[in-house]
């Protein structure tokens, strides 16, 4: 996520400038066959562009504000599990009189949070964290999952025996969150805790499933394939007919001008193209870098920061005084 003012425009013309490169290729050709090859025939009426145009905006703003949408809810899921973690640290701490099994219970917690960030940052086929423009990006910010193993991460929350236990286990967050309920289920059977205070930790438990699963769900579940490739199909359909829909209307410009730009104002079609093409084509790549909001770009929900801040909160409801500290941006982004 970026915590800064904004994005310079230097760092978003790096970042989109491979398609820039494409769009002076796609603006060049028909220029040199019209100009220079003679080709005058080869322009396209500007109402099929115009229209063509008109429905590409849409499917573009449709994209976006649907993975807009997807960035939003996965930062809501957060934002509860912050509000439901830090509850769960106060009961298991003022619910019974054992501290043991209080540190048990928040540094399994913590561990089943690190479980979740490190299963979320995962790659996934349809995820853009891979496309080059994307990786170059990456020198700017760190992605905190991958500098760690998660064998080694969990190492510090959790006792020998049950880490053996969960490693070979494919989704460990909800192995982790089963121990936890064995563990209170323990305390209710010894005593320690009375029924109404087993059902509310347990009731904490299941929202701790429901909000896993969301997360899961934008995780494993795509933005829709079939709308994905019409928006691209129908935006660099756009930017391959846009010059050829201008020719004309630039060639006729000579018949009113002066001075030396008379005569070849038909070139100018290479640059304005570019600029419209480039709006379109950046709006596309602006939604697919916010579609999937765990997969480790810079517009992800940062959820190695909030991992971090709830292991420092939980740990300081211990009493702890040696913590981790908390994660700083990097060129104004944080995950």
């Given at each position: 996520?970026?915590i ?18 494409a ?19 080869l322009?396209?009426?500007w ?14 703003g449709?994209?976006n ?9 996965g ?9 439901l ?23 399994r917690?913590i561990?089943w ?25 990456q020198?700017?910010?760190?992605i905190?999952?991958r500098?760690a ?10 006792p ?6 969960i490693?070979p286990?494919?989704?460990k967050a ?5 121990f936890?309920?064995?563990t ?19 009731r ?18 795509p933005?829709?394939?079939q ?18 829909g201008i ?10 001008v ?7 104002m ?5 640059p304005?193209?570019m ?15 916010t579609e ?12 190695s ?16 005084v ?11 982004i944080?995950?």
């Amino acid at each position: 996520m970026h915590i800064g003012k904004s994005y310079r425009l230097s760092e978003f013309l790096i970042w989109t400038r491979r398609k820039t490169y494409a769009l002076f290729i796609l603006g060049l050709l028909p220029v040199l066959l019209y100009e220079v090859f003679g080709l005058k025939w080869l322009t396209v009426p500007w109402p099929v562009v115009a229209l063509l145009g008109t429905a590409t905006a849409f499917t573009v703003g449709f994209k976006n504000t649907q993975t807009y949408n997807r960035a939003a809810e996965g930062q809501k899921v957060w934002t509860d599990l912050l509000s439901l973690s830090r509850y769960w640290g106060i009961i298991s701490l003022d619910f019974f009189n054992n501290p043991p099994k209080s540190k048990e219970l928040i540094y399994r917690h913590i561990a089943w949070l690190t479980a979740m960030r490190y299963y979320l940052r995962e790659d996934r086929v349809w995820e853009s964290t891979s496309k080059k423009h994307n990786t170059e990006y990456q020198q700017f910010y760190s992605i905190p999952e991958r500098e760690a193993s998660l064998d080694s991460e969990l190492a510090r929350y959790l006792p020998d025996h049950e880490l053996e236990l969960i490693l070979p286990i494919k989704n460990k967050a909800t192995q982790l969150l089963a121990f936890q309920s064995r563990t209170v289920k323990a305390l209710y059977e010894n005593g320690e805790i009375v029924v109404l205070q087993l059902v509310e930790m347990e009731r904490v438990i299941k929202d701790f499933f429901l909000q896993q699963g969301k997360s899961e769900q934008l995780k494993d579940s795509p933005y829709p394939r079939q709308y994905a490739i019409i928006n691209t199909f129908f935006v660099w359909l756009f930017c391959f007919l846009l010059p050829f829909g201008i020719l004309r209307d630039f060639d006729q410009l000579n018949h009113i001008v002066a001075g030396p730009l008379r005569g070849h104002m038909v070139w100018l079609v290479i640059p304005f193209s570019m600029l419209i093409s480039w709006m379109y084509t950046s709006l596309e790549q602006v939604g697919e870098s916010t579609e999937n909001p765990f997969e480790g770009s810079a517009n992800d929900v940062p959820i190695s920061q909030m991992g971090r801040q709830l292991e420092i909160e939980l740990r300081q409801m211990l009493g702890e005084v040696d913590l981790p500290a908390e994660l700083q941006p990097q060129h104004d982004i944080i995950l």
